[in-house]
């Protein structure tokens, strides 16, 4: 549960004074941010600003007497919510759920949930020079406190009660960010990003793309400097029109699909040799970019062409066929940002491969078929993620020599003499556009002798 409180004493009362944005202009937001993103160390400095004070010790202590003097001495408070998963950021509430070591006895009724309130509000100077106070919502008890310097507030919920809507579920923490420091950090400068520039987005809705994000980019970077800038991009309808350069850096996603639509079960694709030095993100969205191919680019233009200016990721892929194509369409368009993406598209040609290089996500292909004395075409395309490295270069595929009679096309391999041919493109063979090259070919043949011994 998240909340925007400090807590200031007047009157004798507790006041909710918020992290409202006026307190940081936004000029010097975006001077702390640039000093943020300058390494990752800066990121991780930046972050642990971010962290807010736990509870007292002495406050929690005097609050579990008072649960254990209603609930019985067996009764404690366990921390939840977002302090658990280290992803709370100031003005953030501390979540605790009530639990019995017995589960039969977790039970909490309201009546007991407003015991405890009375105890608390009726002997907070028994604690010192503290200050707190306690009021009973629908679900939770929210206890706000004032402690020296330390103010805050705590949401304390039965884990099982008679008194809870139907809706409401109480559940522990996910292990999500369990001993990940790098979604942490992400998740608690996209939450202060999104409070200062009074996004109205849920802190679990935030919390839930960071891991989404993280899913979706094998990532390397320890501290979450990357992480944090990919889900960003998500947002980018919402940044201000003077937001930093540092976070307009394209970001796009790593699909886990196929290789090429409709590819030959037969061939499958030999890694380059010498290999290239590791996948990148680019490298792993390079064949779910193409995927999308020239009859989806196609689509995409013609909703541009009668819609004008559109605004909307979600929007503009919706008009995709199926949910795969939308699916790449719109995660590499809210990483990307629409007015990047749109700006590809409208210089694409309807070139799958192009439109993919245009954003650094495939920069190249080889084609190979086989011709000799076999019933069916055998050809496919493969492609070049990462790039040709300088010197010698070794590519080819693996053939599945083996008759295949399931089909509306059976394949029957015919001892003979056949030939194949590799043909090496930098962007899509035969194309015309800026920075595509043809390499050429090379061949090679094969003799198939009887019982599909290749020699």
Known sequence: MEA??????????????????????MEDLISKLRDALRSPGDFQQFVQ???????????????????RDVLGGQAYLKLEGSAKKHTNIAGSDHDY????????????????????????NASSHLIGSSKLEADMGPT??????????????????????????????VEPADQDF???????????????VAHKLEWG???????????????????????????????????EHLWPHDWPQELLRRAFAVLALAMLAGASPLLRPLSPTPAPI?????????????????????????????AGVVTSCSKLCSHLPTKAEQTICSIGCDLAGIKEFVNILNHTDLDPIYFCEAQTLGVGEFRLAVH?????????????????????????????????TSGDEPVIWRPGTYTFDIHLCQGECGSKHPHSKDFGMATGNFTLKDALVVV
């Open 4 to 25: 925007s409180l400090g807590v200031a004493a007047a009157s004798g009362s507790l006041l909710g004074s918020g992290l409202s944005s006026s307190h940081e202009d």
């Open 97 to 120: 759920h009530i639990r019995m070591p017995d589960p039969r006895l977790e039970l909490v009724t309201r009546d007991q949930m407003e015991q405890i309130r009375g105890i608390l």
């Open 372 to 404: 000799g004395p076999v019933t069916s075409h055998i050809s496919d395309g493969f492609l070049l993620p990462e790039g040709l490295t300088e010197g010698a270069i070794q590519l080819g595929a693996e053939l599945k020599v083996m008759d295949d």
């Open 49 to 67: 600003g971010l962290v807010p004070q736990g509870v007292p010790s002495d406050i929690l202590k005097y609050i579990e007497a008072a649960v």
């Open 201 to 235: 987005q849920k802190s679990y809705d935030l919390e839930r793309y960071v891991v989404e994000c993280d899913r979706l980019f094998p990532q390397t970077d320890p501290h979450g400097l990357q992480l944090f800038k990919k889900a960003m991009q998500k947002y």
């Open 140 to 169: 939770a008890l929210k206890v706000r406190y004032q402690h020296g310097n330390i103010c805050g507030s705590i949401d304390i919920v039965p884990f099982k009660s008679d008194y809870f809507d139907e809706r409401v579920i």
């Open 278 to 306: 590791s996948p990148t993100e680019h490298s792993a969205a390079c064949s779910p970019c193409v995927q999308l191919g020239s009859q989806g680019i196609n689509l995409l233009l013609n909703y541009l062409l009668n």
């Open 178 to 192: 369990f001993n990940n420091i790098r979604r942490q950090n992400a998740a608690r400068t996209l939450k202060f």
